[in-house]
């Protein structure tokens, strides 16, 4: 199993960038998708999941606004669509796969390598 999370740079605060995340060697639509972070000398945080029907769950209202996950079963791929970014929102980005139920804690079978985002003030 490859989850490969790709999109990731630098931008300005107030700017946009659109996470991608391309699975393979599992059966998709099986699977429960989440994107969590990590800052430095943070611990990993649950960001936005999608579950197996398409329902999203995002962590905070701050980010409900601002953040949208999607997935595309035919091509294996969850997206997270970040707007109006931060310079709190800099970390690395992991997507991550589970099988069934989506979950807002890192209990998850399958990790991708992260992708980092870094937002200038």
């Known amino acids: 199993v490859q989850l490969q999370a790709s999109g990731g740079g630098l931008v300005q605060a107030g700017g946009s960038l659109r996470l991608s995340c391309a699975a393979s060697?599992?059966?998709?639509?099986?699977?429960?998708m989440s994107w969590f972070r990590q800052a430095p000398g943070k611990e990993r945080e649950f960001v936005a999941g999608i579950s197996r029907s398409g329902s999203p769950t995002y962590d905070t209202d701050s980010m409900k606004g601002r953040f949208t996950i999607s997935r595309e079963d035919a091509e294996k791929t969850v997206y997270l669509q970040m707007n109006s970014l931060k310079p709190e929102d800099t970390a690395v980005y992991y997507c991550?796969?589970?099988?069934?139920?989506?979950?807002?804690?890192?209990?998850?079978?399958?990790w991708g390598q992260g992708t980092l985002v870094t937002v200038s003030s």
């Open positions: 991550a796969a589970r099988y069934r139920d989506l979950s807002t804690t890192p209990t998850y079978d399958y």
């Open positions: 060697g599992l059966v998709f639509p099986t699977y429960a």
